[in-house]
């Protein structure tokens, strides 16, 4: 089955603490990719990152990084210092390669995050 | 270069009545999927579809839902005689040619259907 677990549903921070967003996917795949977005209280969804499972090599843009473990299925989100602005719903997708080349998102019911002043 | 584009950003329907919701992928992509999002949840795929042709519905219900992606103009989610249960935000999203799979799918705002 292909799933997409992120356990934390609700986390509250104060300004310029670090905050870790978990995320555990399950496939049989060999061949998949990862993504997270951003979904602020204006309700669009911006595009974060994506991560093929080949690459496990960490990532770093600027405030956020991302930790790609295959070993335990898990593709965590780190905003250091955060801010007020990074209050939104995060998610955490697996894309699904079907034959004829197209690919499928399997979200995840995503995090709230509050950044509080 | 214009982003994904949906209209109405937000639409209320009476039960029973038909919602119609558009969507304009980006410039230069021909491959348009849409997902829903029920309150508090992630988001769930619904369709995809190349021009002219559904190449996967497994996630649409069996009944009062349709999609198209005609040749010319936007993509259509339709869906007939709504229910309570039908208030969602629905998303569209769009790809340019397959590459093998695992293109960044761009997301329109969403269309917020309130049906009462």
């Known amino acids: 089955a292909q799933k997409v677990t992120q356990a934390q549903t609700e986390i509250s921070v104060v300004e310029k603490e670090d905050v870790t967003l978990d995320c555990v996917y399950e496939t049989r795949d060999t061949t998949y990719y990862l993504f997270w977005y951003k979904q602020p209280p204006s309700g669009e969804l911006v595009f974060l990152i994506r991560?093929?499972?080949?690459?496990?090599q960490n990532e770093i843009s600027g405030r956020y990084s991302w930790n790609f473990q295959k070993s335990t299925s898990s593709f965590n989100f780190t905003i250091t210092a955060s801010q007020v602005v990074d209050s939104a719903v995060y998610f955490c997708?697996?894309?699904?390669?079907?034959?004829?080349?197209?690919?499928?998102?399997?979200f995840g019911a995503g995090t709230r995050l509050a950044v509080h002043p | 270069n214009a982003g994904v584009m949906q209209n109405p950003r937000h639409l209320v329907r009476r039960r029973g009545q038909e919602a119609r919701l558009r969507c304009s992928p980006m410039?230069?992509?021909?491959?348009v999927y849409w997902y829903r999002q029920l309150p508090e949840e992630g988001l769930k795929f619904m369709v995809y579809?190349?021009?002219?042709?559904?190449?996967?519905e497994s996630g649409m219900p069996k009944e009062r839902f349709s999609a198209e992606f005609p040749k010319e103009g936007p993509s259509i989610l339709r869906i007939q005689q709504v229910v309570r249960g039908d208030s969602a935000a629905y998303f569209c999203?769009?790809?340019?040619?397959?590459?093998?799979?695992?293109?960044?799918?761009?997301f329109g705002p969403g269309t917020r259907l309130t049906v009462t």
């Open positions: 579809l190349q021009k002219e042709n559904i190449i996967d």
């Open positions: 991560r093929n499972s080949f690459d496990e």
């Open positions: 999203a769009s790809s340019p040619s397959l590459a093998g799979g695992g293109e960044e799918q761009y």
């Open positions: 997708a697996l894309s699904l390669i079907i034959s004829g080349g197209y690919n499928k998102l399997i």
């Open positions: 410039k230069g992509h021909s491959h």
